[in-house]
């Protein structure tokens, strides 16, 4: 008799011991590796791109954007737009042409039949369909309706503390536009985007420890300036 009993109970163990290791490879999130959690395929793929941009996983291709990018807001800082423009495009066509005309000469040399060198990149399709195009204005118009909801927020005055936060802020922008013209203030922030994430994952503990600090007497210096605005301490009597 307690033979059949095991045996009518060794079926239920074993899918009972499969049940666990679904729910377990489910919970282990059983995607693939490497994959970010809580974003889309495209979004995921964008946004793990420019993370690994800016912390230098690729050293060789983060050089070459940051060093491109660099060179390309220094001339603009030391020419204008147009030189800038027209001297790029000169570059890019000394290139193309000179490649073609090389690689003409040496199939005339050689008698090859192998044509145009850059063959392959002009058979790419690179025409926007319509769907895309729309898929990317209605994602620039969402971030286009909340600018524009937080703008009249601001100017009408909805909350005043952040009307007078926007204020004292650009207060500051004036003496920093005295000092710094927009093109400096880009190079600027492309050296703090290409510095700033990697000294953080470096020092994370240091940094977070005195971020905290300063957010806490920040919170105390606002709360002072909050208890003596009348508008404020009455909505919070309310």
Same mark, same amino acid.
């Given at each position: 008799m307690?033979?059949?009993?095991? *045996?009518?109970?060794?079926?239920?163990?074993?899918?009972?011991?499969?049940? *666990?290791d679904? *729910?377990?490879?489910?919970?282990?999130?059983?995607?693939?590796p490497g994959a970010c959690?809580?974003?889309?395929?495209?979004?995921?793929a964008s946004s793990c791109a420019v993370h690994d941009l800016i912390f230098w996983r690729d050293v060789k291709k983060t050089g070459l954007v940051f060093g491109t990018t660099l060179i390309m807001l220094l001339s603009l800082a030391?020419?204008?737009?147009?030189?800038?423009a027209s001297y790029l495009i000169l570059a890019l066509l000394s290139v193309t042409i000179t490649f073609r005309v090389y690689k003409s000469v040496i199939q005339a040399v050689q008698k090859s039949e192998e044509g145009h060198p850059f063959k392959a990149y002009l058979d790419v399709d690179i025409a926007l369909s319509s769907e895309a195009f729309h898929n990317y204005v209605n994602a620039a118009m969402v971030h286009v309706n909340k600018a524009l909801k937080l703008i009249i927020r601001l100017f009408l005055v909805e909350d005043l503390v952040d009307s007078l936060k926007l204020a004292v802020f650009m207060w500051l922008m004036t003496y920093v536009g005295a000092v710094f013209n927009g093109i400096t203030l880009l190079i600027l922030a492309e050296l703090l985007v290409f510095s700033v994430p990697i000294v953080y994952e470096k020092y994370k503990t240091q940094i977070d420890h005195y971020v905290g600090i300063a957010r806490e007497q920040t919170k105390a210096v606002v709360a002072k300036i909050q208890a003596k605005l009348p508008g404020v301490a009455k909505k919070k009597a309310e």
């Open positions: 307690a033979e059949p009993s095991a *045996a009518t109970q060794s079926p239920s163990v074993s899918s009972s011991s499969s049940g *666990a679904a *729910a377990g490879a489910a919970a282990s999130g059983g995607g693939s959690p809580g974003l889309g395929g495209k979004s995921c030391a020419f204008s737009v147009i030189s800038v």
